[in-house]
């Protein structure tokens, strides 16, 4: 006899799980969007017109992200994993706070600020251990760098590999998204009808979409509190 499947469980995570780290969200009153219109520093347009302040934003993000650090969410859905259970984590966050928190099996969708790649082959990808991009750093090819994140407008390269992880899930946690941006949001479309989901969230009540369960709590509260209930019943739900 083979040993029992582990308990699976997919997690799509977005800018709300990094709040309490220290991060902006991008839609609130004061989200990172009122300051920094979309159309100005993240679509291909704003970047053809002045790569140089697309850059500065992207650079002033990064320094942001290496100051801050896992909280309690992050953290409790590694050690989930470290009990045994099977943890696969789709983000939408360009952050690396997930990878320091000790989970193994992370996807940006959205891509990764610490991250270059090459502006004519999206292969070419180089990390950023400390620094930005400036306007003439290039890649092997000879051509500029750009941030190795997705924006406005462009394909999700990814998006495939996340449908397949989403269909394998147990239970498919989302935490911490308005789910306003596709095709991310249509993520919880791949899920097999029987698949429990749930929204953790302060705004849950008003996002959920029919049928997932809400959960209308701060990351840090939220996700710890099931953690600890999944590993105290040794399954999920
Ligand atoms: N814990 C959990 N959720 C929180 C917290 C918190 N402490 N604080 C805020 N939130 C929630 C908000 O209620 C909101 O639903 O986080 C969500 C943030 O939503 P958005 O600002 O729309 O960000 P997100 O869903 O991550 O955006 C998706 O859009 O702008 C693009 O590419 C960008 O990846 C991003 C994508």
Redesign the pocket.
């Known amino acids: 006899m083979g040993e029992p499947a582990r308990p699976h469980l997919v997690v799509l995570s977005?800018?709300?799980?990094s709040?309490?780290s220290g991060i902006q969200?991008?839609?609130?009153s004061d989200?990172?969007?009122a300051d920094h219109p979309?159309e100005e520093v993240?679509t291909p347009e704003a970047w053809r017109r002045d790569p140089e302040r697309v850059l500065h934003f992207y650079n002033l993000r990064r320094d942001q992200v290496r100051r801050a650090r896992p909280n309690a969410?992050h953290k409790a859905l590694a050690a989930l994993e470290k009990q045994g259970f099977r943890v696969s984590i789709i983000t939408?966050?360009?952050d690396d706070l997930h990878e320091r928190a000790g989970s193994r099996d992370v996807l940006h969708?959205?891509g990764e600020i610490l991250k270059a790649r090459s502006t004519v082959d999206r292969r070419m990808q180089y990390r950023l251990p400390r620094g930005g991009i400036a306007l003439g750093d290039i890649c092997d090819k000879g051509s500029q760098l750009r941030p190795d994140?997705?924006w406005?407008g462009e394909s999700v390269p990814h998006f495939g590999d996340a449908c397949e992880i989403v269909a394998e899930a147990d239970l498919l946690l989302v935490?911490?998204?308005?789910?306003?941006?596709m095709p991310?949001a249509s993520l919880l479309d791949y899920a097999p009808l029987d698949t429990p989901c749930l929204l953790?969230?302060?705004?849950a009540e008003s996002?959920a979409p029919p049928g997932v369960t809400r959960l209308a709590?701060?990351?840090?509260k939220?996700v710890p509190q099931l953690v600890r209930h999944w590993k105290r019943e040794r399954r999920l739900w």
């Open positions: 977005g800018s709300g799980i709040a309490e969200t991008f839609r609130a989200g990172l969007w979309i993240a969410a939408q966050n360009i969708l959205h994140v997705v406005f935490v911490g998204t308005s789910l306003a941006v991310a953790v969230d302060p705004e996002l709590q701060p990351a840090g939220g």
